[in-house]
């Protein structure tokens, strides 16, 4: 893989990290702002309100999404460091579809359409760098 690809990769990780970080502050009373606004990008109908159950609820997300950057961080320096081939990249590609029909199916049930834009977005973030570099071929 190029090394304009693996900076792409590197970058993707240390977004989702600071957005897992956005999302944990909400766990904060004072710190919810960044949530709201993109709570409010993905469903402008339902603003939140930062009850006890929200912020424990963005809170958990935001730990779980720098949970995922960090996996998926460590996960790619192993595959950039290994001779294994392709397998962990499509590995990692087989996780983002797995994890993008789960979000979506809820998103899509309870009324948060527009998350599944963000999603694809984000998933597209790592796909687009595996498919080019020829990562997801065998």
Known sequence: ????????????CLATIIFGGVLAASGLEGFE???????TLINPGNVPVFTDIERF???LIGAISI???????YFFCAAHASNIGNKMY????????????????ISYRTGFTHN???????????TIPLYMSGKLSR
Request: glycine content about 14%; proline content about 0%; aromatic content about 22%.
């Open 33 to 39: 702002g960044g949530t709201r606004l993109f709570m």
């Open 1 to 12: 893989m190029s090394n304009f690809w693996k900076g792409w990769l590197d970058i993707w």
């Open 57 to 59: 609820a963005f809170g």
């Open 90 to 105: 499509r590995q990692a590609f087989v996780v983002i579809i797995i994890w993008n029909l789960i979000d979506g199916y």
């Open 67 to 73: 949970g995922w950057g960090v996996t998926f961080f």
């Open 116 to 126: 599944i834009v963000a999603n694809l977005l984000l998933s597209l973030g790592v």
